[in-house]
């Protein structure tokens, strides 16, 4: 299994931007499917985007216009480009990597998450 790592979290005010990365492993171009989620504070983890090896992105309702995920294959790093952060976006972000879809739905592979990076939004 592919172990990331996830980094760039921070404290940013609401509106602001930051850019989130998952460093792979392995050729994340040998990787089928990955996808960001993120987790709140006593809660499970939820889905925030998803990226298809064919290249289709989705996204959670919730940040759909604010988020982009994007690969960088030369660095085996995927990005989470999140702006127009809002205080409810305030989360643990974790990527999850080689993930299967099912019905359109991105399923996680459970051995590929990695630490995750705090993301706080002050108001």
């Known amino acids: 299994q592919v172990r990331p790592v996830e980094s760039g979290g921070g404290l940013v005010q609401a509106g602001g931007s930051l850019r989130l990365s998952c460093e792979a492993s392995?050729?994340?171009?040998?990787?089928?499917?990955m996808a960001w989620y993120r987790q709140f504070p006593g809660k499970q983890r939820e889905f925030v985007a998803s990226l298809s090896r064919g290249g289709v992105k989705k996204y959670a309702d919730s940040v759909k216009g604010r988020f982009i995920i994007s690969p960088d294959k030369d660095k085996n790093t995927l990005y989470l480009q999140m702006s127009s952060l809002k205080p409810e976006d305030t989360a643990v972000y974790y990527c999850n990597l080689g993930g299967t879809y099912v019905s359109g739905t991105y399923l996680p592979d459970s051995r590929s998450w990695g630490q995750g990076t705090q993301v706080t939004v002050s108001s």
């Open positions: 392995r050729i994340i171009s040998s990787i089928v499917h």
